[in-house]
C-alpha cells in the first residue's frame, strides 16, 4: 500500500508531536501540506519535517484549511487547533471524506462530541482522539494487570495532576482559560489523567461531583478543581488539578487500589512505575521498578508516535482505532458533568445529555 497522506491543520504548540510522529511513522506515513492562520507557524513545521525527511514531495503551505482540502490528495487530517474549533473542523474534514486524529478534547460539548462520532460513521472514515498516554509500556502494562482481574474487587483510583501554570503561558495563547475555546485545568491540563482513570476503573459512571474555583490566575475558568467520581461497578476515583503549584511542575500521578493489588505510575507523563504490589506474586517488584523507559522531553510524553501507527493500522486493517469518538468522549464528558456539578452545587448522575463549557458563561 501506498504511504498514507497527511495533513495538519493548527501549527501551534503541541503540533511538533505530530511532526515527530510521522517522522517516526515515514514507512508508511508522509506530510503532504500544513495549515495554520499563521503563515509563519505553517511554514515553521514544514521545515521541521523537510529537515529530516529525505526523497520526499516537499511540504505545501496554507492559511485557509478548506482550500487545502480542495487543493490537495489528503487521507488523514490531524487538527491540533483550539479546542473550541475542534468539532467544526473535523467536520468539515470528514464530510470530505477524510480521516481525522484530532488533538484533547475533542470537544468542549456533549453535543458536539456526538456529532462527530455520528459524522464519522455516515462517512465511513476513521475518528481518533489524542488521548497518547495510553500508549505509554506502564500504562498498557497496568492496563494488563486490570485486564487479568489482578486486583481483585478495585476499591478507588486517584488522578493527581499538580502543575504550573503561570499568566505567561495564558497571555501567550489568550484562548487559553475561556470558556469558548479552551475550559480550565480540569479540561485542558487534567483530561490526559482523567482518561486513564476512567479507563482503568472500569469506565462506566455513575455519579459526578465537583468543586473548583479561579484562585491565582487572570482566567475565566478554574485554575484549580477536585472532582469525585462513583463508578458502576462501586469504586470510586478521585481527581486533583491544579495549575497552581508553586514554582513549578510537582506530578502527574495515577495510582489504583484493589483488593489484591496497588500500582502507582509517575515520571514525567505518566511513564515510570512507581509502586507495582500484587498478592498473586507473579512479578519481581524491584525488576518491574527497573524496567523503566526515561522521562520524554515534556509532559507531552512518548505516546503520538504509537498513536499515530495504531490510526495508521486502523485504516489499512478497515477497523476502529483503539481510541476512537466514543472513547475519547469518555473523559471528555467526566469533565463536562464535573462543570455542571460546579454550577448547580449537586452531584451529576450519568449519562449526561447536553452540556457545554459555554454553559459556564
Known amino acids: 500500500m501506498e504511504k498514507l497522506k497527511f495533513a495538519?491543520?493548527?501549527?501551534?504548540?503541541?503540533?511538533?508531536?505530530?511532526?515527530?510522529?510521522?517522522?517516526?511513522?515515514k514507512d508508511e506515513a508522509s506530510l503532504v501540506s500544513v495549515c495554520d492562520i499563521i503563515e509563519a507557524n505553517a511554514l515553521a513545521k514544514k521545515n521541521e519535517y523537510e529537515s529530516k525527511i529525505n526523497n520526499e514531495k516537499s511540504v505545501n503551505v496554507y492559511t485557509d484549511y478548506k482550500e487545502m482540502l480542495e487543493k490537495e490528495n489528503i487521507d488523514v487530517v490531524t487538527i491540533a487547533t483550539e479546542s473550541g474549533y475542534h468539532p467544526e473542523i473535523a467536520i468539515y474534514c470528514m464530510n470530505k471524506g477524510k480521516h481525522v486524529i484530532v488533538e484533547k478534547p475533542m470537544a468542549l460539548s456533549i453535543e458536539d462530541a456526538d456529532k462527530m462520532i455520528e459524522c464519522a460513521k455516515k462517512n465511513n472514515v476513521k475518528l481518533c482522539v489524542s488521548h497518547q498516554n495510553r500508549f505509554n509500556k506502564?500504562?498498557?502494562?497496568?492496563r494488563e494487570a486490570i485486564e487479568s482481574n489482578r486486583f481483585g474487587k478495585l476499591v478507588n483510583g486517584t488522578a493527581r495532576i499538580l502543575w504550573n501554570r503561570n499568566m505567561n503561558y495564558y497571555k501567550q495563547a489568550p484562548w487559553r482559560g475561556t470558556?469558548?475555546?479552551d475550559g480550565g485545568t480540569l479540561m485542558n491540563q487534567c483530561i490526559h489523567n482523567i482518561d486513564l482513570l476512567q479507563w482503568m476503573m472500569g469506565g462506566e459512571i455513575d455519579t459526578v461531583y465537583s468543586m473548583s474555583d479561579t484562585f491565582l490566575r487572570d482566567i475565566e475558568a478554574e485554575d484549580f478543581g477536585a472532582i469525585?467520581?462513583?463508578?458502576?461497578?462501586?469504586?470510586?476515583?478521585?481527581?486533583?488539578?491544579?495549575?497552581?503549584?508553586y514554582p513549578k511542575n510537582l506530578e502527574e500521578t495515577l495510582s489504583i487500589f484493589g483488593e489484591n493489588g496497588t500500582v502507582c505510575i509517575g515520571g514525567l507523563a505518566v511513564n515510570k512505575i512507581e509502586t507495582w504490589r500484587f498478592a498473586d506474586g507473579l512479578d519481581d517488584e524491584n525488576e518491574i521498578l527497573k524496567a523503566q523507559e526515561g522521562d520524554p522531553d515534556t509532559v507531552y510524553g512518548f505516546g503520538h508516535t504509537p498513536l499515530f501507527k495504531d490510526m495508521i493500522d486502523a485504516i489499512k486493517e478497515n477497523r476502529e482505532p483503539l481510541i476512537n469518538g466514543e472513547e475519547g468522549k469518555k473523559g471528555m464528558s467526566i469533565i463536562l458533568a464535573a462543570y455542571k456539578s460546579r454550577k448547580t452545587g449537586l452531584p451529576v448522575k450519568f449519562p449526561i445529555e447536553s452540556f457545554s463549557t459555554l454553559d459556564m458563561i
Request: hydrophobic content about 45%.
Open 179 to 181: 470558556w469558548k475555546l
Open 228 to 245: 469525585l467520581i462513583r463508578f458502576k461497578n462501586g469504586s470510586i476515583g478521585i481527581v486533583e488539578g491544579s495549575a497552581c503549584v
Open 8 to 25: 495538519i491543520i493548527g501549527c501551534g504548540r503541541i503540533s511538533y508531536k505530530h511532526i515527530e510522529a510521522l517522522i517516526k511513522n
Open 138 to 142: 506502564p500504562i498498557k502494562k497496568l
